[in-house]
């Protein structure tokens, strides 16, 4: 399995982007998938999941009613929507999938190459 994310770049504060997580390899429907973050100079972080079905999600509260996950599961595909933007979201950005405790990167099976956001302010 194979994780791929994409999407990310330079943007200014308040702008929006799109993250994309694309999978190849098998089908993740029945997987909870995770957005993770990664700042120079500091550990890996929570930011957003949501559980298979696409019934719940769950957001750290640095960036909730900013950033929005959503999954596509006939298409293998899985996004994470981020609206205004701060010069304090800059990192590279991971997405996972695992079947447990879905904000928890120990739960989290597999993992994709991250995409660095970066944020000028």
């Known amino acids: 399995v194979q994780l791929q994310a994409y999407g990310g770049g330079l943007v200014q504060a308040g702008d929006s982007l799109r993250l994309s997580c694309a999978v190849s390899g098998r089908k993740l429907s029945t997987y909870d998938i995770g957005w993770f973050r990664q700042a120079p100079g500091k550990e890996r972080e929570f930011v957003a999941a949501i559980n298979w079905s696409g019934g719940r999600s769950i957001a750290a509260d640095s960036v909730k009613g900013r950033f929005t996950i959503s999954r596509n599961n006939a298409e293998n595909i899985f996004y994470l929507q981020m609206n205004s933007l701060k010069f304090e979201d800059a990192a590279v950005y991971y997405c996972?999938?695992?079947?447990?405790?879905?904000?928890?990167?120990?739960?989290?099976?597999?993992w994709g190459e991250g995409t660095l956001v970066t944020v000028s302010s």
């Open positions: 996972a999938a695992g079947q447990g405790q879905m904000w928890d990167p120990n739960a989290m099976h597999y």
